[in-house]
């Protein structure tokens, strides 16, 4: 009894820092942001302390409502493809033998500790009218003038794919990399099909490692902007890039508050939503 | 388990090649005379020179990887700490604190950055280093503890078990069995982590003080008057020194592992 | 298998201490004087930087902002302290000194202060020249590629022709983009009326189906790349794009010229206001100054610093006389504000 006791007592010791640090430095200030949200703004900086509902009857003007779909559009398209290109790509990395797994672990790293932004630039280089794509095509006399690939819908998708690619990657090797795959050939072994035991041991085991993989992916795709500026022209209007403007050229602090509390719920909605529907419910995991 | 099929090692080639295409773009212009980026003029060294030469770039290459450092140092022991410390202690508050800890990365850098500038001058921290560590922890933790999670659930814990039935004290069963088990997991999101940090900006530039600049706000401000060939060789020894810290860190790990493997030898000879 | 990757981590975050212990290492220990600059990035050549060091020992902290609102954001909750000398836009400025965050120059430790040049003078910002000191001036411009567009652009109205279908480049400021509809109609950059801002949305919508990009940095790459074959940009990248293609034609708009000055100020709480002083009186050189203006590529708002900078130059950087009839985009009220932030809006869904 007194041993349960204090076996308890160090576990909880554990979870203080995060508890201290998520409530000091995370809640504190989105509570502000929460309360941000629900004042007027003031004339040239900040807020006044009018208490107004007005930030979120704007988010419903038709201009707004759609930022918004377009910005889910945008996020669960490159999600898709991220999960259909990722997927298989940790999957298969899990089954290297253990020298090349390292290596590919190094291999997806590396590009990452170089800027992001560098990275995007690196890819209009080759994609842009006369570019180095255009230069060798045309070079091998396969077209003739110049793709105008750049600054359309397709070419903020993948680039958008492209970021957030590897943390799909990872979550899902780190989940297939413990993969008891003795299960697996039980389950051939049984009669299964190559397919069916993928869907009953593999995909079930590997769940918490695509769903981690999922919510890295869609999460921050609902809120980035910039791959959609670069790439897209700036033609894009996404939820982040108007956050953006209200809170610099409009100085409109409490409407952009506003706007980031519905991004949020939002997402989480979306989150919640997309665990139900896949019965990862029971799963550890978030929400 | 079986081996992949060669169509499954030509998939993971292409893909890890097509990352690479603006890497090595990047590269080679970092060597272009001329100073528009879109333009190839011939070879030269001089942005490297010009690099070597500027010194801001070296202060906030050096203030970068102090900020690396303790806000990957602060996520990898809050995050792993807390991802176990879950798995144990299962209560609702949990998924609470696990919801809110992901906001960070849920929400657009750039309110952040605003809500931590105001939320800071509340608490009167002095804009500079400390307020950078703060912010970057707060968007770094997610990656460990969700990393670090998704190795955790399922996890058999008879083995746990079975060394405290052995009489090992909590400590020494976490360190022995647990912590093993989930050190990949750890490791890739502190990988995860230094990159982001490396990274950030828009929140950045909020919370940052006078007297300290960091590497990604010096490179988008840079970009922003003009893509320079001076960014790219940055890129490019960046780059390089990554590279070679992995070699590095290889080369030491597997002596070490050498070393040891030669101790347990001789016990076992013994 | 476990035991490898433990030590490898292991000699990774070794390596990693030793980099960061050698690097605070290297920190200085002295105490010295200081100067905390806060503009954007690029805006002084380093042989001005360092010659100001050199001369008087002041170490000089040049930090960056990305917006002129994150830096008056900044400013507010600092309580104008923490930075000594800030250079921004003037709409900014004025909204600063308004928030008091500006403090009073003390034009006795200013010598120079004569060198600037007038024009730039008593603008609305600072009517009485009390809290700033111009450095640099901007006209966003049309630049186009004569063997391409086939006809001669001569205004704003040009860029609405049904040739240049997804072929033009744009800034993306939305009081500058909304202005220029606003112009082509001959009304004020800085109309509050709300239904000539609608109408302008509406005559902006129909530019949509020629806009190949928006972008607000390094926008003359898409013209230099031949991407765009014309392109409306700010002053600095009318000039980095001459500078790479001579070709290319520059078209001063005949509806009438957008005007835009940034100056230099002391927030009010500035620890180290003495060195700001110092630093103004420095750049007010007239050899100093032309180094300042050849290197960012705006109007040169020194007078004194005109002979001084390079035959080659002087065309782009000294203003011409008729240049100065421009009209400078100002604060609006906030109804007005909000309407070009919403019709800009929908003008970008338009272009997708």
């Known amino acids: 009894m007194t041993m349960k006791k204090r076996k308890n007592k160090s576990i909880y010791l554990m979870l203080v820092p995060i508890y201290a640090f998520t409530i000091i430095f995370v809640l504190f200030p989105i509570l502000y942001m929460i309360l941000l949200s629900f004042l007027s703004k003031a004339e040239v900086w900040g807020v006044v302390k009018e208490v107004t509902l007005d930030n979120y009857k704007k988010i419903t003007e038709p201009l707004y409502i759609k930022t918004f779909l377009d910005s889910i559009k945008l996020a669960a398209i490159s999600t898709g493809f991220v999960v259909l290109l990722g997927y298989p790509f940790g999957y298969f990395m ?28 690196g890819w209009i280089i080759v994609f842009r009218s006369n570019g180095t794509l255009d ?74 490692g695509l769903l981690s993989g999922v919510i890295l992916t869609f999460v921050p795709s609902m809120g980035m ?63 | 388990m079986k081996k992949n099929s060669k169509l499954t090692n030509f998939y993971l080639a292409l893909m890890i090649i097509i990352t690479y295409i603006p890497i090595v773009i990047t590269v080679v212009y970092s060597f272009n005379e001329s100073k528009i980026s879109t333009i190839w003029s011939g070879i030269s ?113 008879s083995l746990e078990e079975a060394a405290r039935d052995l009489g090992a004290g909590r400590f020494r069963a976490f360190i022995d069995i647990v912590l093993p088990l989930i ?29 300290v600049n960091i590497l990604p706000v010096k490179i988008y401000t840079k970009i922003k008057t003009g893509v320079t060939p001076e960014i790219n060789a940055l890129a490019t020894v960046l780059l390089a020194a990554t590279v070679l810290l992995l070699f590095l860190s290889g080369w030491i790990g597997r002596r070490a592992g050498r070393f040891e493997n030669k101790e347990d030898g001789n016990e076992e000879r013994n | 298998m476990k035991k490898g990757i433990k030590k490898r981590a292991a000699a990774l975050i070794l390596i990693m201490t030793c980099i960061v212990a050698a690097c605070s290492g290297c920190k200085k220990s002295e105490e010295e004087k200081e100067l905390n600059l806060y503009t954007w990035d690029g805006m002084f050549p380093q042989e001005v930087l360092d010659g100001f060091e050199d001369e008087t020992g002041i170490k000089i902290y040049y930090s960056n902002f990305d917006y002129d609102e994150d830096m008056l954001a900044k400013l507010e909750e600092t309580k104008g302290g923490d930075y000594d000398l800030v250079i921004a836009d003037d709409y900014i400025i004025e909204l ?202 705006y109007y040169c708002t020194n007078k004194a610093a005109e002979e001084y900078i390079s035959e080659e130059l002087k065309d782009v950087l000294v203003v011409p006389e008729s240049v100065t009839e421009g009209e400078i985009i100002q604060n609006i009220s906030e109804e007005a504000e909000e309407l070009h932030s919403k019709i800009w809006n929908e003008f970008k869904a338009e272009c997708d």
């Not at chain 2, 490297?48 to 203030?63: G, H, I, Q, T, V």
């Not at chain 2, 995860?192 to 900006?201: N, W």
Request: charged share 20%; glycine share 6%.
């Open chain 1, 225 to 287: 902007f910039f791959v959609a500026d670069l790439l897209g022209g700036n033609k894009i209007v996404l939820v982040g890039s108007v956050i953006q403007e209200q809170l610099t050229k409009g100085r409109n602090l409490p409407f952009a508050a506003a706007m980031s509390v519905v991004l949020m719920l939002l997402t989480t909605m979306l989150i919640s939503l997309y665990k139900r529907v896949t019965g990862s419910g029971e799963m550890e995991g978030l929400v």
């Open chain 3, 96 to 297: 600063a000194i308004k928030e008091g965050l500006v403090q009073k120059l003390d034009k006795t430790k200013i010598s120079n202060f004569s060198n600037i040049n007038s024009l730039y003078q008593g603008q609305f910002y600072d009517e009485t020249d009390e809290y700033t000191v111009p450095y640099g001036a901007g006209i966003p411009l049309i630049v186009y590629d004569p063997a391409v567009v086939g006809f001669e652009i001569t205004g704003y109205a040009d860029l609405w022709d049904a040739s240049l279908k997804d072929s033009v480049a744009i800034i993306g400021n939305y009081r500058v983009i909304d202005g220029i509809a606003l112009k082509t109609m001959e009304e004020s950059f800085n109309t509050e009326d709300l239904s000539v801002i609608e109408a302008a949305g509406e005559k902006l919508k129909e530019l949509a189906p020629n806009i190949r990009v928006i972008n607000d940095n390094n926008t003359q790459d898409f013209i230099i790349s031949g991407e765009v074959s014309a392109a409306f940009l700010y002053t600095s990248q009318v000039n980095q794009a001459l500078a790479a293609r001579p070709d290319l034609k520059v078209a001063y708009p005949k509806e009438g010229l957008g005007f835009g000055i940034m100056a230099a100020f002391v927030p009010s709480m500035a620890p180290n206001a003495d060195e700001a002083h110092q630093f103004l009186e420095y750049i007010l050189r007239p050899e100093v100054s032309a180094k300042c203006f050849e290197y960012i590529g």
């Open chain 1, 94 to 121: 899990a089954k290297l033998s253990k020298k090349w797994k390292r290596r590919m672990m190094e291999l997806i790293m590396v590009p990452f500790w170089t800027s992001g932004l560098m990275r995007l630039y």
């Open chain 1, 135 to 208: 230069q060798i095509l045309m070079g091998l006399h396969i077209t003739k003038s110049p793709l105008k690939l750049l600054y359309s819908y397709e070419a903020v998708v993948v680039g958008m794919i492209y970021a957030l690619m590897p943390f799909m990657v990872l979550s899902v090797y780190s989940s297939a990399e413990k993969m008891d795959w003795t299960l697996v050939e039980a389950a051939r072994d049984l009669g299964a099909t190559k397919f069916k035991a993928f869907i009953t041991i593999t995909l079930k085991q590997t769940m918490p």
């Open chain 2, 183 to 211: 050190t990949p997991a750890i490791l890739s999101g502190v990988l995860l982590s230094f990159a982001m940090s490396f990274d950030d900006v828009v929140i950045s530039i909020f919370v940052t003080g006078p007297k």
């Open chain 2, 45 to 157: 060294l001089k942005w490297y020179e010009e690099l070597f030469r500027d010194r801001d770039m070296k202060e906030a290459l050096r203030n970068s990887l102090v900020l690396a450092f303790f806000c990957c140092s602060l996520s990898a022991i809050i995050g792993t700490l807390g991802a176990v410390g879950m798995s144990k202690v299962k209560t609702k508050a949990n998924h609470v604190i696990e919801y809110l800890a992901t906001i960070p990365i849920m929400i657009p850098e750039i309110i952040l950055g605003m809500v931590f500038l105001a939320v800071f001058s509340l608490l009167s921290i002095p804009f500079g280093m400390t307020t950078l560590v703060i912010a970057h922890t707060s968007f770094c933790i997610p990656y460990v503890l969700l990393n670090v999670k998704a190795r955790l659930a399922g996890m058999d814990g």
